[in-house]
DNA sequence: GATGAATGAGGATTCATTCAT
DNA sequence: AATGAATGAATCCTCATTCAT
């Protein structure tokens, strides 16, 4: 009745936990959230529904992990792609190139994260959950453009940050779904629009 | 005994599709597609259960229904803005803004577009059924060009299409969410995107 | 979501519902409130698990209804032996006995009051919904005091109730579970424990 | 493979199974026999859930020690109370006050006992598992009869110590829940119910 | 054509119990 | 002796769908 379960965090839990934000990962990204269900997950994770349950309080739960996760494969996925003299001296098209190919890279390594972001089937606790992940990556870009374009207002920034991203999120689903040379066209149509758009905000070039 | 249920279509069967697909599309916006029972449904139609099988063989049909309604909606909404001299011989900003507001005023009137499209979050069946309607815009996007930039190769030309088609949608959700003054930037913006986007393969301006 | 689910109330209804409660009843008396599974309740009542949701928002609201008819059973059981002129002239082991005869008839033609009924375990909120029966009983009892025993403090008076009550629910177990001769013993000896203790607090006899 | 297990009773063992019965009893009265898990009362006795088993087979086993534990305590909690000159030669209002006042004392220091006993909801097997304690208390009572009352048939005294018994456990839950000038009260009113209802029984008094 | 009661499989979650370490 | 991760059956409840009226 008390129950503290304090979400097990040790050694061989690390592995587990793991496996188990794989296999919901893939069935997100396969069924979407609602239809998937926790069983299918202890299942491909190769565990009971029981054991589950050890590592999260409940379903929303590992979606909220599965986000966390995400942030954190983004944040190193970029590496110093956003470092302060990177943004600030980098020609516009040299600079959409090192934060789209790794979001690209990253994608193609972990389709699913569609399930997860700009979905509106889920629970609406979920959808705030998951909206770090989204804040914090609009957050990135409307900081490049703080440094490139300094005399823009705040709103605006914030703006075309937010419209950078969603051209990014919205050809990130054809980009993965594509492979070998259509691939790497849909990547560069998707940097040339990401590009096109920024340069009008742009100062420099 | 060889179920014959024949999809009605007679005269006042046509009102009470509508009113299930009214409801439909509001429940499915508001809570998504799996989220929402066809007893719901059903409910806010204001008819039993039992009646609504009697027009929809399941829960997917009427997504699927939703999403031809959906198709001629947007086909009446844009109304002559895809004529051919219109196509032909108007500045593109012009030929974006005839493209794009009908759109925009749509999806404002519709809100649950978003619930059936871009959604992972329902059966793969279903996923297919809403592909009509992606393509159908796309393929009017791609007859667009094929006017504007008659020397682009086809591929290139349905790829240019996709990613003018991506942008709209995924600056749809923001442009919906947000409202007065914010609204209006957000649809600048989402313009400004496209047009630039497409100046590229447009040998007029 | 919002789920209005008015309870069904009409007619055929009740008949199920009075099914529902009867399954219950019988099985609350065999295993206890916790230990009776909502699909054994269906089982046993002749219908699907999801029928008896139909009727009932959860097991906790078929135990407040059980609750509820057990209060009117007894009331009903009760007929006219807490008339005002019954309670003012009659000997005390007249009025005993018809206050007890209802109840032990009862009892022994509902048998299963006793799991809802003084028992710890139920959810907290379920333990209350119970306690109007309980009250009832002890405030009934209260009044029939309040006359006979007209210069009794109140607080003694209702402690006096409870004790009544108290050793009437104590021995209802043993009564049922007898049968024959030694029911009829038990029930003689539960009703002397009664008017014995009564006897102290009446002025008349 | 033939599972030894024998129940350890050695050294230490003794006083983790008593830490055992501790977190068991006190959970029991918080919550009930049902809704307290093993893992629970584990916890509570800080100890591995797999170490619980190694003093118990299962849930009931330690319900059932529980009920041995609590006999031993009453025994020794009426100390001389039950000699027989005292039961030979005291009035009965004095060894009713030996015989109930160790009996509240060691219900207010025990809360968890009601949970144990004129409880239902437990499985049937454990219902019976916890009839010895009832037996014994009875016994003892009918023992004390035998010895004020021995023209009395036994089938009477056996029934008339049941009703001294039901009436104390029934007032017991009151007692213990009451406090300070309450509890006294109530304490008075019980004892006067058990010593009303024995005199009759009684040739002294 | 319509109704709405009925169905029952399926989903999230818990918990008594086991077993590898 | 002890641990605590693992198990999986069982629970409450929902909902897509059917069918008698």
Do not use: C
Request: aromatic content about 4%; glycine content about 6%; proline content about 5%.
């Amino acid at each position: 009745m008390i129950e503290a379960r304090p979400v097990r965090r040790q050694a061989r839990g690390e592995k587990r936990i793991s496996e188990i934000l794989d296999a919901a990962l893939a069935l997100f990204a396969e069924n979407g959230y609602e239809a998937t269900s926790t069983n299918a997950i202890a299942a491909r994770a190769g565990m009971s529904p029981g054991s589950l349950y050890q590592f999260f309080w409940n379903k929303e739960a590992i979606a909220e992990a599965l986000s966390t996760r995400m942030i954190e494969g983004l944040r190193s996925a970029h590496g110093s792609a956003f470092d302060a003299d990177a943004v600030a001296s980098l020609p516009l098209v040299e600079l959409v190139n090192r934060m789209i190919d790794p979001l690209v890279a990253f994608n193609v390594a972990n389709p699913g994260g569609k399930a997860l972001f700009g979905n509106t089937d889920m629970p609406a606790r979920l959808a705030e959950a998951t909206r770090p992940l989204q804040d914090a990556v609009i957050g990135r870009v409307a900081a490049v453009l703080a440094v490139r374009a300094p005399s823009l207002p705040t709103a605006d920034r914030e703006r075309a940050a937010l419209v950078a991203v969603q051209i990014v999120k919205a050809m990130m689903g054809p980009v993965v779904a594509a492979d070998g040379a259509e691939r790497n066209a849909l990547t560069r149509e998707m940097k040339a629009a990401v590009a096109g758009y920024l340069a009008r905000m742009d100062e420099i070039d």
